[in-house]
């Protein structure tokens, strides 16, 4: 059984055709009903025909000798649909796994937003998780959504930059991106052993040393294994913890509703002298090129950092676009709904926390939530929070090791990493990446990461900046590129769309302390000098390369003879001549046809 994806222009609807060989069979697709095309797919050995009728439900099968068809052409601008031959095995994400999936790859509740009311106060926390997602998520989702349907490449931003700037600034990407996530994922098994043992009262004594590191150990393994057994069990799983997750946040707004005081809503942020005592944490108030306190009394750079860690990863999306039910509807459709349960995950809980209670800006300290829903709910609704803390770190990390591992193989599949790393599981998972990546989150398990989250940000801030910069070039210089899904604006606005999420980024790493600087240029060094040992271990055969070239068709077009210039010539006017003796027109192997209707232009590759 073979599946053969196409995409017809007028609507961006994309469907499998599924067929047999070994007799004519006929088939259609409800789903792109509407597309008044007939699409024909020919071999040497098997005669299939598809029409897709607009009037009538059934199918209409028509001999192949009757269909009439425009003359064949392809327009020297057209671009060259991506179709891989490829068996499918697994079920594909539908939409609201998808959706969980994106939403705790990005955040995964409320949980963590106390710096942000510490740094900002009442007032500037609640405008900046109002303002700050038409800043960054809402943009950042929208590249997602379109780069991320044409591509459909497991290495999401890599193949992006790529294509924009060439192999050396889509490798770096890749690596800045995967240390910023892969790191950072190594934190999520030690916290929920972290809400687990102040649940029991164990202390560390009690529970320190080999035993702690042992019980990460296993639980990290335990969730990997997990994450082995497909996308569609992951993003599943998920949605279960999501539901399971949220409720005590949902009870909490109903709760705390007739106890809000909108006045509190409105507080500014206390004044202290230098902001130094309202974080215990040395690394975040050390010496910048900016002064840590700023205008209207904020820390900024506490306080944008938690914004920025908080509202952003969407392009980690990217790595799941090949593997949903359609990249033209579900996929960006589960990205927006993602955005959205991002943005009221933060919103209703902070505004009733805030608003019922009376607590200083000074004790909105990590955890400080379950403290403010035992006032409101009483000690059960606390102990529920604490436990939807524990499981959503579970499926944060669920999150983060499906988008770093398909990144992973991604980047071997464009011949940056190994062969190795393309092995997929039977359930359609990327085995050596799981495992990659599992090693590295036992080896840092136990480290301690509150002076690495603005470090890892900045990383990933320069990854993201990237992105932002293919998008542009794409658009303004690659508008033959096939998107399933485009943002409905013209290409001259791209630059509109990265300004804002650009000028924030920017101002992140303008504030950021000397730590920070020094780390990022270590990071690029160090990637730089990956990329370079790469490409020597290609040349002397130290390790095997084997770069996959069909993930690079998203627009080439088909070769031309040695006497042709123009891509239309050579080509019949006259259907029956193209079919006739399609075996001699058409390589071993590979039988490809090129023709045009009016309404849009299709190929496909038959193996």
């Known amino acids: 059984m073979y599946n053969y994806n196409y995409t017809t222009y007028n609507s961006f609807q994309q469907s499998t055709i599924t067929m047999e060989t070994g007799k004519e069979e006929y088939y259609s697709k409800d789903d792109v009903a509407e597309s008044n095309t007939v699409i024909l797919l020919m071999s040497a050995d098997l005669n299939v025909s598809v029409a897709l009728d607009t009037v009538t439900d059934h199918l209409e099968e028509t001999p192949l000798t009757n269909i009439d068809l425009a003359a064949p052409s392809v327009h020297p601008s057209a671009p060259r649909l991506n179709r891989q031959f490829t068996q499918t095995t697994t079920a594909p994400l539908k939409l609201w796994p998808l959706a969980v999936l994106v939403f705790y790859n990005v955040s995964g509740g409320p949980f963590g937003i106390e710096p942000s009311i510490r740094a900002g106060g009442n007032l500037y926390a609640i405008l900046g998780f109002v303002l700050f997602p038409l800043v960054w998520s809402v943009p950042e989702a929208l590249i997602t959504a379109e780069l991320g349907s044409a591509f459909q490449d497991p290495s999401a931003g890599v193949a992006w930059v790529e294509e924009a700037f060439g ?77 399971i997750a949220m409720s005590p946040f949902l009870i909490l707004a109903i709760v705390g509703l007739p106890k809000v005081d909108p006045s509190r809503w409105f507080q500014m942020p206390e004044l202290p002298d ?39 990863s969407f392009d980690n999306a990217g790595s799941f676009a090949g593997e949903t039910t359609s990249a033209s509807t579900t996929y960006p459709r589960g990205i927006f709904i993602a955005v959205v349960m991002c943005v009221l995950a933060y919103i209703l809980p902070l505004l009733v926390a805030v608003g019922a209670t009376d607590y200083s800006q000074a004790e909105w300290v990590d955890g400080h939530l379950g403290k403010v829903a035992v006032d ?50 039977k359930y359609g998972t990327p085995t050596a990446g799981i495992l990659f990546n599992t090693c590295v989150i036992v080896a840092f398990s136990c480290a301690d990461f509150g002076q690495l989250l603005e470090l890892l940000n900045s990383v990933y801030a320069l990854s993201l900046l990237m992105e932002y910069a293919a998008f542009v070039k794409l658009r303004l210089y690659h508008k033959e590129l096939q998107r399933p899904y485009r943002i409905p604006v013209p290409d001259w ?24 600087y020094f780390f990022c240029t270590g990071a690029v060094l160090f990637g730089v000098i990956l990329f370079k040992l790469s490409e020597l271990s290609k040349r002397r055969g130290w390790l095997a390369f084997e770069p996959k070239e069909s993930n690079r068709n998203q627009y080439d077009m088909p070769p031309l003879d040695d006497n042709t210039t123009d891509p239309t010539e050579g080509l019949s006017p006259d259907p029956s001549l193209i079919f006739a003796n399609n075996e001699s027109l058409l390589p071993d192997n590979e039988r490809d046809m090129h023709y045009k209707s009016e309404e849009f232009v299709e190929e496909d590759i038959i193996s």
């Open 376 to 425: 409101i709910g009483g000690p059960w609704l606390g102990a529920w929070i604490i436990f939807a803390a524990g499981i959503s770190n579970l499926a944060l990390f669920e999150a983060e090791m499906s988008s770093d591992s398909f990144q992973l193989m991604g980047m071997a599949e464009r011949g940056y990493l190994p062969k190795i790393f393309q092995t997929r599981s």
């Open 167 to 243: 192999e050396s600034l889509g490798c770096l990407c890749g690596y800045l991106a995967w240390v910023s996530g892969a790191t950072d994922n190594a934190i999520y098994p030690t916290l929920f052993i972290e809400y687990v043992s102040s649940v029991a009262g164990w202390d560390n004594e009690e529970f320190g040393g080999w035993t702690r590191f042992g019980s990460i150990a296993a639980l990290t393994i335990c969730l990997a294994g997990l994450n082995y057994t497909g996308l569609e069990i992951v993003g599943s799983a998920s949605l279960i913890v999501c539901i």
């Open 493 to 516: 606005a791209a630059v509109i769309i990265v300004i804002p999420p650009t000028l924030g980024i920017l101002f992140v790493l303008a504030i950021s302390n000397w730590y920070v």
């Open 274 to 312: 230098d902001g130094t005592e309202l974080f215990d944490d040395d690394f975040q108030t050390s010496a910048g090129p900016l002064p840590l306190l700023g205008l209207g009394g904020i820390l900024w750079r506490p306080y944008l950092n938690n914004l920025f860690w908080n509202l952003n």
